[in-house]
């Protein structure tokens, strides 16, 4: 079947300018990430979306960014304000959730955001 | 702090020899240890985790409790075996969200 989707796959903007990064999860997984990779770095955490509680935001790094998620499919990220140092490639993963361990994330391409 | 370190960037072999790619972690709990990899042009994929104790592609890692390292091992390389490595962690079942902590990747570079 259809893996995880993300779009667009490329991303440029100027800086100051808001953008949306939108991901399509695996259908019927419940559980929703979102990681960022910037360059030579490992990938961070941003926000977990699982089903309908309430999600965990604690790796956004600032006010600028938040997430939503239409009940258990589409998620969309949101950059307001965009800075140079937000150009990364920001990475989505949906997993089944609800097991007796971890989950197995299946991720999508990823979105690269390059900020002007 | 959570951490998971990878301290080699690069590791490059000749196909034939054995591979080791090293990961070492901090964690308060009894963490779950993955391996991801990435081949060239393709999405971040699944490789194996500790929970599993099965050997994937003849990859295998052990995971030690005492020194905290769950290294990944390979006996003969091969050049397919070229790519980006990931070593993560996760508070495993009953950890808040079952998000993964990353290192920062090891390229594996397989010389014919």
């Known amino acids: 079947g259809a893996g995880v989707s993300q779009s667009p796959s490329n991303k440029v903007t100027e800086k100051g300018k808001d953008v949306e990064l ?46 939503e998620r239409t009940g258990e499919s589409v998620s ?39 900020v002007l | 702090a959570q951490r998971v370190t990878q301290p080699e960037k690069l590791l490059s072999v000749f196909k034939g020899a054995p591979v080791e790619l090293k990961c070492n972690y901090s964690y308060s709990g009894s963490p779950e240890l993955f391996w991801y990899v990435q081949y060239s042009r393709q999405r971040l994929q699944l490789l194996l985790r500790h929970i599993s104790r099965e050997s994937i592609k003849g990859f295998t890692a052990d995971l030690n409790k005492g020194e905290t390292s769950f290294h990944l091992k390979k006996p003969f390389a091969q050049e397919e075996d070229s790519a980006m490595y990931y070593c993560a962690l996760s508070g495993g079942y009953g950890g808040a969200t079952n998000k993964l902590i990353f290192g920062t990747g090891t390229l594996l570079a397989v010389q014919p």
């Not at chain 1, 419940?30 to 790796?59: M, V």
């Open chain 1, 22 to 67: 939108r991901c399509d999860p695996i259908s019927g997984h419940t559980a929703l990430y979102w990681y960022r990779q910037r360059l030579g770095q490992g990938l961070e955490f941003l926000i977990y979306f699982q089903g309908n509680s309430a999600p965990d935001k604690s790796g956004l790094p600032s006010d600028r960014f938040s997430a």
């Open chain 1, 76 to 114: 969309t990220l949101t950059i307001q304000r965009t800075q140079q140092e937000d150009s990364a490639v920001y990475l989505c993963a949906s997993s089944i959730a609800g097991g007796y361990s971890t989950d197995t994330q299946y991720f999508g391409p990823g979105t690269r955001l390059t």
